[in-house]
């Protein structure tokens, strides 16, 4: 059984405040779980329905009823499984491979997709403006698909950190070089904006190249999402 004061703690766990305060985060479902589970996460508490879905023994593991799991959860409908894990440092930036920065991403959805497409095109860090949406917001976490567990994920001031690096800094904008016709370095920083304004006034005047990615036939929409056009950039640069 979950006790009033557990509910309590769990579900103040949805706000990045009490997040914050207590470097601890919740995720649903038995992907995410599993993923946090096997990588560097450490654990503080899993509650399950089922512990059969778990190869993962341990005394954090707990059973509870249905009832209990709609109580502490932040799904309209409840996943078997909710996970509570203490927050993770990023590790250093490695300057080395190519560094996607995102300049104040605010949808939640967007930013979890980002980190599953580092995840698969092996981008290894993601440096994010102090403005962009938290990365342990259960929203993101649902849509990165565990993905969080292979990403390192610093949140800093982009301009500092951008003047600080020698590697070239490449962003996305609508009026740049078409990216299938630009030879691209195997190292560099590729900025991306945010989902209204793009990339910032104070961004783009440290942005070396300009990206686009061309429309095709008659253009009929404005944009491309930022999670779309972080895919296809993605692909460019991983392109032998």
């Known amino acids: 059984m979950v006790v009033k004061n557990q509910i309590k703690f769990i579900k103040s766990l949805q706000q990045k405040k009490y997040r914050i305060q207590s470097g601890m985060f919740v995720a649903e479902g038995i992907k995410v779980v599993r993923e946090l589970l096997a990588s560097n996460f450490k654990p503080y508490r899993i509650y399950t329905t089922n512990t059969e879905i778990l190869d993962h023994k341990s005394e954090v593991v707990e059973k509870i009823q249905e009832g209990d799991l709609k109580k502490i959860s932040g799904l309209q409908t409840p996943n078997t499984i909710l996970g509570i894990f203490y ?22 959805g967007n930013l979890g997709t980002v980190i599953r497409l580092c995840d698969w095109f092996g981008i290894k860090h993601l440096v994010c403006s102090e403005h962009t949406v938290d990365c342990y917001n259960p929203k993101v976490l649902q849509a990165s698909m565990g993905s969080i567990a292979r990403v390192s994920i610093t ?8 003047k600080n690096t020698e590697i070239p800094v490449y962003g996305a904008f609508m009026d740049g070089e078409n990216v299938y016709g630009e030879p691209l370095p195997k190292t560099g920083i590729l900025v991306m904006g945010n989902e209204a304004k793009g990339i910032s006034e104070k961004l783009e005047g440290l942005v070396q190249k300009k990206l686009t990615i061309p429309p095709h036939g008659e253009r009929t929409a404005e944009s ?17």
């Open 224 to 240: 491309l999402n930022v999670a779309t056009a972080t895919a296809i950039l993605l692909n460019e640069l991983r392109r032998p």
């Open 87 to 108: 927050m993770s440092p990023p590790g250093a930036v490695d300057f080395s491979d190519w560094i996607l920065a995102l300049d104040d991403v605010r949808d939640p």
């Open 155 to 162: 949140y800093t001031d982009l301009a500092d950190f951008i």
